[in-house]
């Protein structure tokens, strides 16, 4: 069993930046196409970024691209999430998982088999 852990959530105001991390718990971040999602209160769970299992592919999504870059250390097992030029609508739980299938099922978020917990994004205008 796979275990995903987020961390660097927290409180920012809108134009600040933060880096949230997703530590895996066995090396998967190396062959699993990897994402990010977001949930506000009462929303659906959205679609943020991912990033395929060589690295050379990312996907964003229209309200992050520009602003959101992801990135991963395979050696750490690790995924970020660097988030700038935050905006109070980006608040959010956010949460990092990992999909076996390619980056074309990215968007998808039934195609993920593994979930972190989340962490909190809260951004203040």
């Known amino acids: 069993q796979v275990q995903l852990v987020e961390s660097g959530g927290g409180l920012v105001q809108a134009g600040g930046a933060l880096r949230l991390s997703c530590a895996a718990s066995?090396?998967?971040?190396?062959?699993?196409?990897m994402g990010w999602f977001r949930q506000a209160p009462g929303k659906e769970r959205e679609f943020v970024v991912a990033i395929n299992w060589t690295g050379n592919m990312k996907y964003y999504s229209d309200s992050v691209k520009g602003r959101f870059t992801i990135s991963k250390d395979n050696a750490k097992n690790t995924v970020y999430l660097q988030m700038n030029s935050l905006k109070p609508e980006d608040t959010a739980v956010y949460y990092c998982?990992?999909?076996?299938?390619?980056?074309?099922?990215?968007?998808?978020?039934?195609?993920?088999?593994?979930w972190g917990q989340g962490t909190q994004v809260t951004v203040s205008s």
């Open positions: 998982a990992a999909t076996i299938k390619s980056l074309n099922s990215a968007r998808v978020k039934d195609a993920y088999e593994y």
């Open positions: 066995k090396r998967i971040v190396n062959t699993y196409t």
